[in-house]
């Protein structure tokens, strides 16, 4: 007779917020708010998946967070019905907050969560929690945007999340490559001593989370994941980036970006006005090319020495190289509006040329920026 591999705990009663936690070596905690459509298919999938095979103890607990409409009677009947499965109600909204105060009180080795919709494929919860159980990690994170993950998602909520990632990783200094999937897993042990110094209740939770480990020194294990896009996400864009914004100034993200746009506005004027001075016995591009050629390597040693505090000449050619090629990306950008103006008007005004340029440059600046951060001056600013 086969016996399943997973040892998953008795039934019990559903558990509130000040319930006793039980010892295992995985908790994964799914948090939920107005999610009675979805709730019981999802939970039945995780536990039979559990129950298939899974090699570690486990518990799976339903966080509702503020639901007002039937998730948690069926939280609770799924807490009654399923061995290893247990129901938390608190009365206030917020995954980070849910996150904190079970995380807080768990006694499991592992402390992973994930989202009811279950868009991550559950084959990677297995390389999610095993480097962490082992030792070899402190805190594991499901990717999207690495090598080896496959995403089914439309190109809106691709840009979004790519472009916050670079974001994260221009004013915060991130090296993790994805902030926001909801697939990630913490060493119990260094979850109690980050927990507290977190402040987000919200979606922010992840991010501050991810950042304060980083500034720790954790380790951060990655994992490629297939992810499918859940159509009916209920995920308020506009708010979340919002809070989101907020999170990183209030986290220190904002000082560095202040001094580069000062520094990029100046660059700007200075290039818009060498351009007009060229244009005038040049042609747009060239006028274009040289102009903002002049302005990269003045940009670069700038904000080389002011944005990013580096003094010295210690890899000041290894710099200016890699801001030449951020330059040339500028340069796509700016003389492929230019070619485009001058497609749809073969003889454009002065003040249109400069328009156009002044929109591409900004466009130009944030990518730099970007780039300045995660690759430039990488790994040798103070």
Same mark, same amino acid.
């Given at each position: 007779m086969n016996t399943p591999a997973i040892a998953l705990e008795p039934a019990a009663e559903p558990a509130t917020a000040d319930g006793p936690p039980g010892t295992c070596q995985v908790e994964i905690v799914v948090p939920v708010k107005d999610e009675e459509t979805d709730l019981a298919p999802g939970i039945r999938r995780l536990?039979?998946?559990?129950?298939?095979?899974?090699?570690?103890?486990?518990?799976? *607990?339903?966080?509702?967070?503020?639901?007002? !409409?039937?998730?948690? !009677?069926?939280?609770? /009947?799924?807490?009654?019905?399923?061995?290893?499965?247990t129901a938390v109600r608190l009365d206030?909204?917020?995954?980070?907050? /849910?996150?904190?105060?079970?995380?807080?009180?768990?006694?499991? !080795?592992?402390?992973?969560?994930?989202?009811?919709?279950?868009?991550?494929?559950?084959?990677?919860?297995?390389?999610?929690?095993?480097?962490?159980?082992?030792?070899?990690?402190?805190?594991?994170i499901g990717t999207r945007l690495a090598r080896g993950s496959r995403v089914v998602r439309g190109p809106r909520r691709e840009m979004i999340s790519r472009g916050y990632n670079l974001l994260l990783q221009a *004013?915060?200094?991130?090296?993790?490559s994805d902030a926001q999937c909801g697939f990630k897993a913490i060493r119990r042990d260094k979850a109690r001593e980050l927990l507290p110094l977190t402040q987000d209740g919200g979606w922010f939770? !992840?991010?501050?989370?991810?950042?304060?480990?980083?500034?720790?020194?954790l380790r951060?294990?990655?994992?490629?994941?297939?992810? *499918?896009?859940?159509?009916?996400?209920?995920?308020?864009?506009?708010?979340t980036a919002l809070a989101d914004l907020r999170g990183i100034l209030r986290m220190g993200g904002g000082q560095r970006l202040a001094r580069f746009v000062v520094i990029g506005a100046a660059s700007t004027l200075a290039y818009l006005l060498?351009?007009?001075?060229?244009r005038r016995g040049l042609a747009a591009q060239t006028a274009n090319a040289i102009s903002l050629l002049v302005t990269a390597v003045a940009n670069t040693a700038v904000n080389r020495r002011v944005t990013f505090g580096i003094s010295g000449r210690r890899h000041v050619v290894r710099h200016q190289l890699r801001g030449l090629i951020a330059f040339a990306a500028g340069l796509l950008l700016t003389s492929g509006a230019l070619a485009m103006l001058h497609w749809m008007v073969p003889q454009p005004t002065r003040a249109a040329e400069l328009a156009v340029?002044?929109? /591409?440059?900004?466009?130009?600046?944030?990518?730099?920026? /970007?780039?300045?951060?995660?690759?430039?001056?990488?790994? *040798?600013?103070?």
């Amino acid at each position: 007779m086969n016996t399943p591999a997973i040892a998953l705990e008795p039934a019990a009663e559903p558990a509130t917020a000040d319930g006793p936690p039980g010892t295992c070596q995985v908790e994964i905690v799914v948090p939920v708010k107005d999610e009675e459509t979805d709730l019981a298919p999802g939970i039945r999938r995780l536990h039979a998946f559990l129950a298939g095979g899974f090699p570690f103890t486990a518990r799976v *607990t339903i966080a509702d967070n503020g639901s007002t !409409d039937s998730t948690w !009677d069926i939280a609770v /009947a799924l807490a009654a019905e399923m061995p290893g499965v247990t129901a938390v109600r608190l009365d206030q909204p917020g995954r980070g907050r /849910a996150l904190r105060s079970i995380w807080s009180r768990s006694g499991a !080795d592992v402390l992973a969560y994930m989202d009811i919709d279950l868009s991550t494929d559950l084959n990677a919860l297995l390389p999610l929690v095993a480097p962490l159980l082992s030792g070899h990690s402190d805190v594991a994170i499901g990717t999207r945007l690495a090598r080896g993950s496959r995403v089914v998602r439309g190109p809106r909520r691709e840009m979004i999340s790519r472009g916050y990632n670079l974001l994260l990783q221009a *004013t915060l200094g991130a090296r993790f490559s994805d902030a926001q999937c909801g697939f990630k897993a913490i060493r119990r042990d260094k979850a109690r001593e980050l927990l507290p110094l977190t402040q987000d209740g919200g979606w922010f939770f !992840d991010t501050e989370l991810l950042v304060l480990a980083e500034r720790a020194g954790l380790r951060i294990h990655e994992v490629p994941v297939d992810w *499918t896009d859940d159509p009916d996400s209920r995920v308020n864009v506009r708010a979340t980036a919002l809070a989101d914004l907020r999170g990183i100034l209030r986290m220190g993200g904002g000082q560095r970006l202040a001094r580069f746009v000062v520094i990029g506005a100046a660059s700007t004027l200075a290039y818009l006005l060498i351009y007009l001075v060229l244009r005038r016995g040049l042609a747009a591009q060239t006028a274009n090319a040289i102009s903002l050629l002049v302005t990269a390597v003045a940009n670069t040693a700038v904000n080389r020495r002011v944005t990013f505090g580096i003094s010295g000449r210690r890899h000041v050619v290894r710099h200016q190289l890699r801001g030449l090629i951020a330059f040339a990306a500028g340069l796509l950008l700016t003389s492929g509006a230019l070619a485009m103006l001058h497609w749809m008007v073969p003889q454009p005004t002065r003040a249109a040329e400069l328009a156009v340029l002044l929109v /591409a440059s900004l466009v130009a600046t944030l990518a730099r920026f /970007a780039l300045y951060r995660s690759w430039v001056f990488r790994g *040798t600013s103070q």
